[in-house]
């Protein structure tokens, strides 16, 4: 098999015996499905290669974690989900990572939540958005944005490519989540008044920073679990939501993340 370029990679699951690439009784089976779903996605222009160290960078921060979500995860999760639910103009930004990984489950929070999804990536390419596209309709997205024929707005603040979104999606939005983001645009966010949510597994990086709420957790376990909180969210008063979101502290979120990790590490030295 051969991607576009012309360069082998082989068969997507198994080795030239037939034998699968990776056991099912492998210690990593779920880790390194994950990768492989990142690097087929690549070939399929879904995902760059930038985007498969940005994963490794994640992974790391994930055994950090122990690979679970912790309570203050938890908590986080809970926050974003009652600040989405009170938004007046809520969206989801989709990068290349985040389509490969998650995208049928994204579909589902989407339709769940009434909340439309907005293709927006860092690397342009050509037939990437298609690519994206395509994976997403093939999960059923209904409502989703950045894609298709519209005139794009900018913002202003932003000078990658990020910058070019939907004036019916991130533009007007109040309440963002971007998974996996890069810190320029969550600034750029910040500055244009915009309420972010952000989901990335490295507590010190600036998206995670500067983000209003931060999920520090893996997105392949966050995206299940919000789908899990909103079917019983859904049903609250916006009182109920409103003192979700009043209680929850960013800083602390951060810091009890960091504390965590800690700890998790001191319970490794002895
Ligand atoms: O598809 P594109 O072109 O929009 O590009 C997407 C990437 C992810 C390449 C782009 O947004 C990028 O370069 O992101 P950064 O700046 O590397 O930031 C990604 C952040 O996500 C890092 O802090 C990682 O630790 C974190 N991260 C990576 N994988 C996961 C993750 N966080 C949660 N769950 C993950 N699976």
Redesign the pocket.
């Known amino acids: 098999m051969t991607d576009d370029d012309g360069n082998p990679h082989g068969n997507a699951d198994n080795n030239p015996d037939g034998n699968p690439i990776i056991p099912q009784d492998h210690p990593r089976a779920q880790s390194l499905h994950y990768r492989h779903t990142l690097v087929e996605a690549m070939h399929q222009k879904i995902?760059?290669p930038?985007?498969l160290?940005?994963?490794g960078?994640?992974e790391a921060?994930d055994y950090l974690l122990g690979e679970i979500t912790t309570p203050i995860a938890q908590s986080a999760i809970k926050a974003a989900l009652a600040a989405l639910l009170m938004a007046k103009h809520p969206v989801i930004s989709v990068?290349?990572?985040v389509a490969a990984?998650v995208g049928e489950e994204l579909v589902t929070l989407s339709h769940l939540l009434d909340i439309p999804l907005e293709i927006?990536?860092?690397?342009q390419a050509p037939g990437r958005l298609e690519a994206i596209e395509a994976l997403m309709r093939s999960f059923g997205a209904k409502n989703l944005l950045g894609v298709g024929d519209f005139t794009p707005a900018i913002i202003s603040e932003l000078s990658s490519n990020r910058r070019i979104v939907d004036p019916r999606g991130i533009y007007k939005a109040d309440v963002v989540l971007v998974?996996?983001?890069?810190?320029d645009r969550t600034e750029a966010l910040v500055a244009a008044g915009k309420y972010i949510i952000t989901?990335?597994?490295?507590p010190l990086?600036r998206?995670?920073q500067k983000a209003n709420i931060t999920i520090v957790?893996?997105?392949?376990r966050v995206i299940p679990a919000m789908i899990k909180f909103a079917k019983s969210m859904r049903n609250l008063t916006r009182e109920e939501l409103d003192e979700i979101v009043n209680q929850f502290d960013q800083p602390q979120n951060l810091k009890q993340s960091l504390e965590y990790i800690i700890k998790y590490i001191k319970t490794h030295i002895n």
Do not use: Q
Request: include cysteine; glycine fraction near 12%; charge should be negative.
């Open positions: 995902v760059t930038s985007g160290c940005a994963h960078r994640g921060f990068n290349g990572n990984l927006n990536i860092f690397y998974p996996l983001e890069d810190g989901i990335d597994l490295n990086s998206t995670a957790d893996n997105i392949v």
